[in-house]
């Protein structure tokens, strides 16, 4: 072997990468001058190709394998440095390893709020976000159109772009699909597919695809989102006066007495005047015009009766007064029998009481005195 052999030998280059990065989209295989020796191995993994730009010209494109550089597998060099077959010098070129893998987990959302026009609750804001992956199908044209002569490309510096882009044809997508924002969240598929068709034709043009695109949420504002939830209450209630009486008598069972009473009063008669100015008010919530006839059958309810009190004579004095109730325990107690005398503020005179059609019927459950013999 002689000395020359081996010094060729001894200086063959090995040209690879061996991404230990999660980010990195293109790396330049650094070369002092860009010399690259003349039958130097290159190794192209899976998920990775090698592009070769000679005096700022692209050259080559290999896919993944094992190469010897020389001019017989390099046609298009060859074509360029019109080099002879024994040609053993170096030459100058840059070697620029692109990942072709996916890169995923990306996200994506509407910086600011998305205006459309729904078809049950009008103009309304819309945001949304998401995830998309995206990959390197022309390495040649990523290369030329977007990364150029930087030495270590990532992912940040395109992500921001192709953030721009699914952005501007989700809002365009999403105001011709004319679904109602109650029905997005079961088209939220159909609409990622939809997004990512539209945008296949411009990101090819940068030499990507974008494999995948997924619509996680999409939102109101908050405050359109807590009359909406005020609404789907309404809905769950149902009948407001049915509603209203239950917890009445919720009230009234768990409280017990007067004041459990009352409360349950009070909750029925909200209730009554609730529904009466809902029904007045329409299917809408609109309010009848100034000056308006009332509607027909809206008669207010009659006044409750008075309850009367009472007093007794009995033996040139008089007692009380006694309510009805108190009158019935004493007929029951025998204090009170229909001979005697009562009398109550309106009535004309003492009578007995039962003469008195208010008392008589207290009587029914004794029976009368029996008949004389």
């Not at 002092?32 to 020796?37: G, L, N, S």
């Not at 679904?179 to 997005?184: A, G």
Request: avoid cysteine; charged fraction near 20%; proline fraction near 8%.
């Amino acid at each position: 072997m002689g000395i020359l052999d081996f010094l060729s030998g001894q200086f063959i280059d090995v040209i690879h990468w061996t991404d230990d990065t999660r980010d990195t989209m293109v790396w330049r295989f650094e070369r002092e001058d860009h010399e690259i020796k003349y039958g130097a191995k290159l190794t192209v993994r899976e998920g990775q190709a090698a592009v070769f730009v000679h005096e700022g010209q692209l050259a080559d494109v290999f896919t993944p394998g094992l190469y010897m550089l020389e001019t017989n597998n390099m046609p298009i060099m060859t074509t360029l440095q019109h080099w002879d077959h024994g040609f053993r010098s170096p030459f100058k070129s840059e070697v620029y390893f692109v990942n072709t893998t996916r890169f995923n987990d990306l996200k994506w959302g509407t910086k600011n709020p998305i205006i459309v026009r729904d078809p049950e609750f009008g103009p309304v804001r819309l945001r949304a976000f998401g995830t998309y992956s995206v990959r390197v199908s022309d390495p040649a044209r990523f290369l030329t159109e977007i990364v150029g002569t930087d030495g270590e490309f990532t992912m940040d510096e395109i992500s921001f772009q192709i953030r721009n882009i699914i952005v501007q044809e989700f809002s365009r997508t999403i105001a011709l699909s004319k679904i109602p924002v109650l029905d997005m969240a079961a088209n939220t598929r159909e609409l990622g597919k939809l997004v990512s068709t539209e945008i296949s034709a411009t990101v090819a043009e940068y030499g990507l695809t974008i494999p995948e695109l997924y619509i996680e949420n999409v939102s109101l504002p908050p405050a359109v989102e807590q009359v909406l939830d005020k609404r789907s209450s309404m809905g769950v209630i149902g009948d407001l006066n049915q509603y209203t009486q239950f917890q009445a008598a919720e009230a009234l069972g768990r409280d017990g007495g007067a004041g459990a009473a009352m409360q349950a009063g009070l909750g029925a008669g909200l209730g009554m005047q609730i529904g009466q100015a809902a029904a007045s008010a329409g299917p809408w919530g609109a309010r009848p015009a100034t000056g308006a006839a009332p509607q027909a059958g809206m008669a207010p309810p009659p006044p409750p009766p008075v309850e009367h009190v009472w007093h007794i004579a009995e033996g040139g004095e008089t007692s009380g007064p006694y309510s009805k109730a108190r009158m019935g325990r004493m007929v029951t107690e025998g204090k009170l029998t229909r001979d005697t005398y009562v009398w109550t503020p309106g009535q004309d005179g003492w009578q007995r009481a039962e003469d008195v059609t208010e008392l008589a019927q207290l009587f029914t459950v004794m029976p009368p005195p029996p008949p004389a013999p």
